[in-house]
């Protein structure tokens, strides 16, 4: 690899040729020729939903609805690489542990389903009536014993019907053990929203950035992980309209873009500005920038009323609509700017000038990804931004609202349809009625709970519907040695990962078709259907031919594992489901009937079919039936106590080359590095104070206060990383998700959603000699 490093600052716009040239490097790689029609089909209202982020699909799709990585995602899974029971024959599980994730990704689609054998340290190929039949068996047993031992995690690209079987599976099972990737990422939403305004989703809709004349935006990489968005916000930014960044890093894709779908634009090389200011923060100092937001806010309406203009403030909202108030400016005034200087890493002036833009707009939206929700205070952080919104109305009004870029493309409607550790989020009754029986009404875990159950033993068996759990969790130093003493492991997969090679004692690999994959069943050719961000519900219909004849569709999968585990039950019709979805989609309508109404007949709809949200109708779902106002527990999102002069906050990122824990590539073009992933980005300042140079090899350490070696007796370090100068507060340094996980302590998690918080891990540096 080192032979191909390059790391220079990148000054081009996101998207442009860049991006096209990128696009075709993949389709070379890939070797996907097939795939490239399929482009066509992206995000169409007849066609399938990306498979890549989950950003809202316009009724009136532009010629290409795809972006570089969504294009990328496609090859991706579209490849014509195999992985095939000769793979598993020439390479024992021990050796393929040893490779990086990238080859694993790359050696392409999982073909049949497989079983581990322990005394061959292989996968061998099994038949799907035997795999369901062994594992229902062990399952069996295992609810016999305690129901609650078995985790059903989710990552969030199934379909919302794959997602509703999957939830009534492992209720009818008997427990809650519901985690799901959105544990690990916008779960600070789904709490800090539903408690501030009685939702736990965003309140706007793709129109709404038509309508909006001032934009907020806080920890979003928008450039690489949800560059579809860049439409509206070029369009937004081509009207005048402010936005403001929140960012320790000037990320391209925040800055300046050249929309690919305009051949003047490509032609003449031209680029349009994003951000109109941009802030960059401190990790974990937002709490602290919005509080000075606030407090120069009501500074412009102490001066407004003195003078007797209008109010700043949305008074008769405020009093209308909202509650605690009072307690929470009172908590701002007390704040010092000093404080709020030191703890934001931004000066007075700058944020006093960005509060007199939000002062003067009449309708303004805050956007917000993970630099918000993965803090330790990041429940506080999504609240501090809704806080900044209610003061001036800008919920329920056209424009105007709380907007949470989610990750998966499914993930927010996976929840939706019941996929929730939490009882009191699901219409259990309901379900009981619907099934006849009576399902379990005491909490489940999450999935920082599951990894701490994994890790002392409660858990005997983990069911993954997608995901590369192991590697995406903290400390996975730890989990790796724990995972594989598990009795049993099944995974449903379409690529290989490294979770995949830590079989426990009875592992089992359950290969399924990809979303942009034709899905015949005795039905018919069947259609799927997923839910934006924005809350509107799109229908979703592959027609590429399958990676393999032995696929199984998720749907399929979850229905044969049911079948085999659980008695009979004449209320519950898996083969029916499997024979034809809409079906389920029948029984989710039944399920939630206000949500759902006449799924099947709206989901083909451009642009989707929008679920109801009470708090666009300013009705708001709280015990007080008003929008809540709430006061931080302290201007410093990340964790206290951590100190040290040499111990630095640890951002880890996503590439543009990679989606999650798959890793496509190594060319994160935007910030300039090529050919490696271990690095780590330093602030100048810092590693002329701590005595590293740029280019030198270091070993990253946790420095947490609980620091000190994980529960299996492993060092939280990260050795072999390469130093790179970049442009970031002085304070912080940054590297890439997942080779940083091991510094990542489990119990690093924010309060009350348990989202890991990775974007602030207390962490020194050591040198270990000059490249
Ligand atoms: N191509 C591609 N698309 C993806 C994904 C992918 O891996 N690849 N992943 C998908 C998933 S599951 C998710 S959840 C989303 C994630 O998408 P994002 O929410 O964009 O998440 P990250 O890439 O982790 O980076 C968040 C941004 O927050 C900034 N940041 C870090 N700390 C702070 C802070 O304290 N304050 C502020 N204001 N900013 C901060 C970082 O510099 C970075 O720009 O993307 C989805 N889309
Ligand atoms: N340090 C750090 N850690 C993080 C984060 C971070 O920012 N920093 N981000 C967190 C976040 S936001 C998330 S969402 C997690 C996610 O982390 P991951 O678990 O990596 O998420 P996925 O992208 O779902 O997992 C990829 C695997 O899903 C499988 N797969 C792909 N397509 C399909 C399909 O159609 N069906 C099925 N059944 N399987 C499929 C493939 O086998 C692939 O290997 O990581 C979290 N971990
Ligand atoms: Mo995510």
Redo the contacts with the bound molecule.
């Keep these: 690899m080192n032979d191909d490093i390059k790391i220079k600052p990148y000054d081009g716009p996101v998207g442009g040729w860049g991006s096209m040239t990128s696009i075709a490097h993949h389709v070379r790689d890939e070797a996907a020729a097939t795939a490239l029609p399929e482009l066509a089909r992206q995000n169409k209202p007849d066609g399938f939903a990306c498979t890549?982020?989950a950003w809202a699909k316009p009724a009136k799709a532009h010629l290409a609805e795809f972006c570089e990585?969504g294009a990328k995602a496609t090859f991706a899974e579209l490849t014509r690489r195999r992985v095939g029971a000769d793979f598993f024959a020439s390479h024992t599980v021990s050796e393929l542990r040893g490779w990086p994730d990238q080859a694993l990704e790359h050696q392409g689609r999982l073909t049949e389903p497989l079983r581990y054998d322990a005394a061959l340290d292989r996968y061998v190929p099994v038949g799907w009536d035997q795999a369901f039949e062994e594992i229902g068996r062990q399952l069996q047993a295992l609810r016999a014993d305690d129901p609650d031992a078995v985790v059903f995690y989710t990552s969030?690209r199934a379909s919302l019907e794959t997602a509703y079987l999957w939830q009534l599976f492992a209720r009818l099972y008997g427990t809650n053990n519901l985690p799901d990737?959105s544990n690990m990422?916008?779960e600070s939403t789904s709490v800090g929203l539903k408690a501030a305004m009685g939702q736990p989703v965003g309140t706007v809709r793709l129109e709404d950035f038509e309508k909006t004349d001032c934009l907020f935006f806080?920890?979003?990489?928008v450039g690489?992980?949800?560059p579809r968005m860049l439409h509206p916000l070029q369009e937004a930014s081509e009207r005048g309209v402010p936005i403001i960044v929140?960012?320790?890093?000037h990320?391209r894709g925040l800055e300046e873009f050249t929309n690919p779908q305009r051949p003047l634009q490509m032609a003449t090389r031209s680029t349009t500005r994003i951000a109109s200011r941009y802030h960059a923060?401190r990790?974990?100092?937002?709490i602290a920038a919005i509080t000075g937001l606030c407090k120069a806010l009501l500074a412009l309406d102490d001066e407004a009323q003195a003078a007797g203009r209008p109010r700043v403030l949305d008074v008769d909202f405020i009093a209308q609509h909202t509650q605690g108030f009072d307690d929470f400016a009172a908590f701002v005034r007390a704040q010092d700017w000093a404080d709020i200087e030191a703890t934001s890493g931004l000066q007075r002036a700058a944020l006093t000038e960005s509060a007199q833009i939000y002062a003067k707009a009449t309708a303004t939206i805050g956007v917000y990804?993970?630099?918000?929700t993965q803090?330790e205070l990041g429940v506080d952080n999504v609240r501090m931004l809704v806080n900044l919104l209610l003061m001036r109305g800008n919920i329920g009004r056209p424009g105007a609202g709380a907007c949470p870029?989610r990750?998966?493309s499914n993930?927010q409607g996976q929840r939706t349809v019941g996929i929730a550790e939490k009882p009191e989020l699901v219409p259990l009754d309901v379900l009981a009625r619907q099934y006849g029986f009576e399902p379990p009404r005491h909490k489940g875990m999450n999935t920082v709970e599951a990894c701490a159950s994994v890790l002392n033993g409660r858990v005997k068996a983990f069911l993954g519907l997608g995901g590369n759990f192991v590697r995406a969790v903290p400390d996975h130093h730890a989990m790796e040695p724990a995972w594989q003493r598990l009795p049993l492991t099944v995974h449903v997969a379409t690529k290989l990962n490294r979770s995949h090679l830590l079989p426990g004692r009875s592992s089992w690999l359950l290969p399924c078709l990809g979303r942009i994959e034709r899905d015949l069943q005795a039905g018919g050719v069947q259609t799927v259907s997923v839910e934006d961000s924005t809350a509107c519900v799109h229908a979703s219909r592959g027609q590429h031919a399958p990676a393999s004849e032995h696929l199984l569709s998720e749907t399929a999968i979850v229905a044969g594992l049911a079948q085999a585990t659980l008695p009979p039950n004449p209320q519950v019709d898996w083969a029916g489901w499997v024979a034809d979805y809409a079906r389920i989609r029948d029984a989710i309508e039944a399920t939630w009937p206000d949500q759902f109404a006449q799924f099947n007949q709206r989901m083909h709809q451009p642009g989707g079919f929008a679920r109801p949200l009470p708090a666009v109708q300013r009705q708001w779902k709280t015990p007080s039936g008003k929008a809540e106002f709430k006061a931080p527990a302290r201007l410093d999102?990340a964790f206290a106590g951590d100190g040290g002069d040499d111990v630095l906050r640890l951002?880890t990122?996503?590439s543009n080359d990679?989606?999650?824990t798959t890793v496509y590539g190594y060319d994160d073009r935007l910030r300039g590095i090529q050919g490696t992933r271990d690095v780590l980005l330093m602030n100048r300042d810092d590693m002329r104070r701590l005595g590293v140079a740029d280019g030198s090899t270091v070993t990253l350490a946790c420095a947490a206060a609980d620091a000190g070696p994980n529960p299996e007796g492993v060092l939280r370090e990260v050795p072999g990383l390469r130093v790179v100068a970049y442009d970031l507060p002085a304070g912080c340094c940054a590297g890439y998700y997942p080779e940083c996980n091991p510094v990542v302590p489990l119990s690093h998690h924010a309060r009350e959603s348990h989202v890991p918080a990775v974007?602030?891990v207390p962490v020194r540096v050591r040198a270990q000699g000059q490249a």
């Design positions: 890549s982020c990585n969030g990737s990422c916008h806080f920890g979003q990489n690489s992980n949800s929140f960012n320790p890093l990320e923060v990790p974990g100092g937002d990804g993970m630099g918000l803090h870029v990750g998966h993930v999102a951002v990122l996503r990679q989606f999650n974007k602030s």
